[in-house]
């Protein structure tokens, strides 16, 4: 899940919608479409649902989904749904991205993309596009504040939503009611799902309420529902980053080159605030502004999501403990950098106030020393002014599943590490098998032989089988050696 404070700029954007041309009408068929970035034409449909589930009569709103047919003329009954992560990830906008990645599946099951309520072409939450702002603007805390209850007074302002109150009907139990409208639209008995980060929390609540529709799930990053976000990611990033700092101890050119990278961190975190100047992310121009301890916390926790990133961490430590800030900012920036890794900022917002920010006086305990709990009060700030949905108490367990379910863990995740997932696998029963991969971040779904394990999970045709596929190939996955500069020899020394 994105929870990041200084990355705002990738939860307030205001993204244009990224949807299909020559949509269908409201609960109509489904008609041929093409969606930005992908070559090949597809089929788009949409349902109308109530914006209040309570109140099917009053407001209501289109969700969009998007289907790419199978190729085979006999094609399995059971399609595949994708459950992005976020929360406020569009699944039509990712679908150039990771389509790639279901082409095996895609010979003989549809691949079926639906904007969750929020997101995409479905009543998008979006607010104010923050990425031409100065670095100061967009990580100044008390600005980002403002500019979202801008946003939410933009947003209530839609006639259907009926005032701010209509923010409190995207949540994901909600969302996943939506969903299941889609398969019941598009006749299939049964699904299975693939989702990764926030969507495995949302695939989760899904497999709560409709048992009986799911073949498999695969979950990529698991984020239960009681993880209370963004508190856990504190503990979780602190985990990682003190195993990166260790690992440079260990590795011998790493130790060679930064000898003292845990003083240097103290170092850095000791000299903040501080004032530096330090080139745009997007425009490129230099621009002098107050660094922050909690935007050095988000530039490295955001690097820490992927192991080939972080592995620049190192020296880019090194570098800010010496004042040189360009390494550590740039890595902060790069990971969510995409159109499909933008972010619904309402929508985001309505999930995470609802349904994580009133459990945080829960779960203070264990905060990562560096970490602490600043991201958990600036989500407390914004969503003291948002509209709070209502979540059954159910919303928060995990009952046995009687379907399948692989989850996916990378033991160096910030966000989502092996723990979360352990808990879930034993509320799942004995239907749920747990992978690791322990040199992975956040996401392992595209990691080479693992592509090949959740492929013949959802393939093999008895569960039985499925659930006894061979993992063992997770553990061969390396971790990236610490970044190091090329070296060449001067001049004579040859």
């Not at 045709?461 to 060449?488: G, H, M, Q, Y």
Request: some cysteine.
């Amino acid at each position: 899940m994105i929870v990041r404070r200084a990355l705002v700029l990738a939860l307030v954007l205001a993204f244009g919608l990224l949807g299909a041309t020559a949509g269908a009408r409201a609960d109509g068929p489904l008609t041929p479409c093409r969606i930005d970035g992908h070559r090949n034409e597809v089929l788009c449909g949409q349902v109308r649902r109530p914006l209040d589930p309570a109140r099917p009569g009053g407001p209501a709103i289109d969700i969009h989904y998007v289907v790419v047919p199978a190729l085979a003329r006999r094609k399995f009954p059971d399609p595949v749904f994708l459950i992005p992560g976020g929360p406020g990830q569009s699944a039509s906008a990712v679908l150039p991205q990771v389509l790639p990645l279901f082409q095996r599946l895609n010979n003989r099951r549809d691949i079926v993309f639906v904007d969750q309520r929020g997101t995409g072409r479905s009543e998008p939450l979006e607010c104010e596009d923050p990425r031409h702002q100065s670095v100061a603007d967009q990580t100044d805390p008390e600005r980002l504040r403002r500019q979202m209850l801008v946003c939410r007074d933009r947003l209530a302002a839609r006639p259907h939503l009926g005032g701010p109150d209509g923010l409190k009907f995207f949540t994901t139990p909600i969302a996943m009611q939506d969903l299941d409208a889609v398969r019941a639209r598009l006749g299939a008995e049964r699904i299975n799902l693939v989702a990764a980060s926030y969507g495995t929390r949302a695939a989760l609540d899904y497999l709560r309420q409709f048992p009986r529709h799911v073949r498999r799930a695969v979950l990529d990053g698991v984020a239960p529902p009681d993880m209370v976000l963004p508190v856990s990611q504190s503990v979780d990033g602190q985990a990682v980053l003190d195993a990166l700092l260790e690992a440079c101890a260990r590795e011998a050119g790493c130790a060679a080159d930064f000898p003292q990278l845990r003083q240097d961190w103290h170092t850095l975190l000791a000299g903040l605030p501080r004032t530096v100047e330090v080139p745009h992310p997007v425009t490129g121009q230099t621009e002098r502004f107050v660094l922050t301890r909690d935007m050095v916390l988000s530039a490295v926790r955001g690097a820490l999501y992927a192991p080939v990133l972080a592995s620049a961490l190192p020296a880019a430590i090194h570098d800010g403990a010496a004042g040189r800030w360009q390494g550590l900012m740039g890595l902060g920036s790069s990971l969510f950098s995409s159109k499909g890794g933008r972010i619904a900022a309402g929508m985001h917002f309505s999930v995470v106030c609802a349904e994580d920010v009133p459990r945080i006086p829960l779960a203070r305990d264990g905060l990562g020393k560096d970490f602490g709990e600043g991201e958990g009060l600036f989500y407390q700030r914004v969503c003291a002014d948002w509209p709070r949905g209502d979540v059954p108490d159910t919303f928060y367990t995990v009952p046995p599943s009687p379907a399948p379910v692989l989850l996916l863990s990378g033991g160096l995740d910030p966000a989502t590490p092996p723990r979360h997932a352990e808990r879930v696998a034993g509320a799942l029963g004995p239907n749920a098998v747990h992978v690791v991969v322990d040199h992975a971040g956040h996401g392992v779904l595209a990691l080479g032989c693992l592509r090949d394990v959740w492929f013949r999970f959802l393939d093999t045709p008895d569960d039985v089988s499925a659930l006894r596929i061979d993992t063992a190939c997770a553990k061969a996955v390396p971790r990236p050696p610490a970044w190091r500069a090329v070296r060449f020899p001067a001049e004579g020394t040859r």
